[in-house]
């Protein structure tokens, strides 16, 4: 009889006479959502960002290593890695939603079509070098390529967002660089829906290209857009100022997950309904204590999905020396590392050209360009699982582990070119700690005070920190209010 292997965790808690499925379950999104945690705090001192710490926990996680007994499939059971799919869904539901929150229209009235002339820009002149150098130097399937070229003009907004927020830069630079981040999402969701349909038509047969393989694809993606900006309204509709904050907080989780339910039934990507849906929430509302809301509430989620993406991560493809076109996959994953680094700002250049950018903007947008994390790796694993779908996992598993290694690079090179764009542009400034010195009129008394603000980098609260207690001290500092609404609430 053959030995059937199963994870250590199941292997400690049959040892134990117990044969639960569910704790088996429980604990092991326990272990990942502790091991992402201690893993942030190597990474904190590195001045790397969180997402990079959860994918390395993930790929370290594979079973690849020597050290795992024999009979052991690994740490975490595979059901729970098989079983949880639907985070990709979930967490690019999360990520558009919060990106969408930039595209106010009176902003984007003042910037006018610039800002979409240099997202085109530098979005194309990304998808068409990768796809060049792939296709043609490489001598990658040019169908493949394609999907990847694509996946190259996605930029991660969270990754630039927080080295912002960080920096506490502001001005033209910061202006151009939220709202150009926003655009690129949704035209790199755009030329993936018409990539991988392409790509899905060519490997079927050549002949199958039509207007029923593009078309349908891309009148999807409009049917959810349209249904996003339904659930905006909804949304607005469902919550009047008179709901309670934990009530606000259920309504909009369960209209996010609601549509990824159906745009999972239509095989679309949530990506550009939900940021539809916040896009009309933000504009018709001006509301925006509900996305602080959901930023404390997300971390657990973008955690596991970071970490879950980690462990699709084929390190022994890397250590095999698997071929893809004429080179090893490692090269390959170097090639498009570098090739969209150069695509990204001779593109954000030539639009800043073009649409006449002051100076400063136009040398230094495309260093905050750069990261890419979220959004690519999101769309690589749904790429991953149509491609599975159709009969080709080996073009999923290779999609996959380019995206997650060149993600990691990203991720620890991207924050540092940002952070020395905004430097650069005049956005930011280093500043010493300041004493302001007050004088009290009633007691003539001299008060200090500490800029807190300027010191908030010795600090080192992170983001998802940051949002965590905006919420909470505005939750207590409005007791009395909510206890009003409260009684209000229907």
């Known amino acids: 009889m053959l030995d059937v292997e199963v994870s250590l965790i199941e292997k400690i808690i049959s040892s134990w006479g117990i044969d639960s499925k569910n704790a088996a379950v429980i604990i092991s999104i326990a272990v990942l959502l502790m091991l992402g945690f201690l893993m942030t705090r190597i990474t904190k001192r590195l001045k790397l960002p969180n997402v990079t710490a ?7 996680l594979v079973p690849i290593w020597k050290v795992i007994p024999a009979g052991i499939s690994g740490i975490i059971p595979d059901k729970v890695v098989n079983g949880m799919d639907f985070l990709s869904d979930i967490a690019l539901a999360f990520i558009a939603f919060s990106a969408g929150e930039y ?23 990304a998808f068409v070098l990768v796809f060049i150098i792939c296709a043609f130097a490489l001598g990658i399937d040019i169908s493949f390529s394609l999907v990847l070229a694509a996946l190259a ?3 991660a907004p969270a990754s630039t967002i927080m080295t912002i927020r960080q920096t506490k830069a502001s001005g033209e630079y910061v202006n151009t660089l939220l709202e150009v981040v926003a655009f690129d999402d949704v035209v790199s969701l755009i030329l993936y829906s018409v990539a991988i349909s392409v790509c899905l038509a060519l490997m079927g047969d050549g002949s199958s290209v039509s207007f029923a393989s593009i078309g ?24 009047p100022k008179s709901r309670t904050k934990d ?3 259920i309504i909009a989780i369960a209209l996010l997950f609601g549509f990824c339910g159906i745009c999972t039934l239509m095989e679309q990507s949530p990506l550009l309904g939900c940021m539809a849906m916040s896009i009309v929430y933000i504009n018709i509302s001006g509301d925006e204590k509900l996305f602080k809301q959901l930023n404390y509430f997300s971390p657990p989620i973008m955690l596991l999905f970071f970490v879950m993406s980690g462990m699709k991560f084929n390190l022994k493809a890397f250590t095999d020396m698997t071929l893809i076109g004429y080179v090893p996959l490692f090269v390959a994953a170097l090639v498009y590392f570098f090739i969209r680094i150069l695509g990204k700002y001779g593109g954000s250049y030539a639009g800043c050209a073009v649409t006449k950018q002051d100076k400063k903007v136009k040398n230094y947008l495309g260093l905050g360009l750069i990261p890419q994390a979220g959004v690519a790796i999101g769309l690589a694993y749904m790429g991953a699982r149509i491609f599975a779908e159709q009969g080709y996992p080996e073009l999923g598993d290779h999609l996959q582990t380019i995206i997650l290694a060149s993600s990691v690079l990203y991720e620890l090179v991207g924050p540092g070119c940002a952070k020395l764009g905004l430097y650069l542009s005049g956005s930011y400034k280093k500043e010493e700690p300041e004493i302001k010195v007050e004088l009290v009129p009633d007691t003539n008394q001299i008060s200090e005070s500490t800029n807190l603000d300027s010191m908030a980098e010795d600090n080192e609260i992170s983001p998802e920190e940051a949002a965590y207690n905006e919420a909470v001290e505005e939750f207590y500092g409005n007791k009395d209010t909510e206890k009003q609404d409260s009684e209000g609430d229907k």
């Open 103 to 125: 595209f106010k229209i009176g902003e984007l009235k003042k910037s006018g079509p610039k800002v979409l002339i240099i997202t085109l820009f530098e979005s194309l002149c």
């Open 247 to 249: 009530n606000r907080l």
């Open 54 to 60: 959860y994918i390395v926990v993930g790929v370290l």
């Open 216 to 239: 349908l694809p891309i009148l999807k993606n409009i049917a959810c857009l349209i249904i996003g900006a339904g659930f905006g309204f909804l949304l607005k509709l469902l919550l």
């Open 153 to 155: 003009s996605a930029t």
